[in-house]
Nanobody
Framework: VGLVESGGGLVQPGGSLRLSCTAPGVPFTINAMGWYRQAPGKERELIARVTSRGAPDYADSVKGRFTISRDNAKKSVTLQMDNLKPEDTAVYYC????????WGQGTPVTVSS
């Protein structure tokens, strides 16, 4: 499905990052899309989801700090992350929600002073 994530990096606590994902092989307009993350030693978890019509939903851990959006014409999904915390350190992935079996490489985010 060709999922490609980008935009990760090293940021200090309280900082911001904007992650982007392109999904050229996904039937985009009929699928909800999500951002997932996997922290070291933990299972991958869904943290933000946006329906095909653009309605967002968030895990409690990121609610009020992260914003998910989508561009159906570009088959892209964006995650704006503000007020980042050290516990947000993880590899971030996008995928359909529920996810396909195939995942992209992800983009690493490290929040540290």
């Amino acid at each position: 499905v060709g999922l490609v994530e980008s935009g990760g990096g090293l940021v200090q606590p309280g900082g911001s990052l904007r992650l982007s994902c392109t999904a050229p092989g996904v039937p985009f307009t009929i699928n909800a899309m999500g951002w997932y993350r996997q922290a070291p030693g933990k299972e991958r978890e869904l943290i933000a989801r946006v329906t095909s019509r653009g309605a967002p939903d968030y895990a409690d851990s990121v609610k009020g700090r992260f914003t998910i959006s989508r561009d159906n014409a570009k088959k892209s999904v964006t995650l704006q992350m503000d007020n980042l915390k050290p516990e947000d350190t993880a590899v971030y992935y996008c995928n359909r929600s529920p996810p396909y079996a195939t995942w992209g490489q992800g983009t690493p985010v490290t929040v540290s002073s």
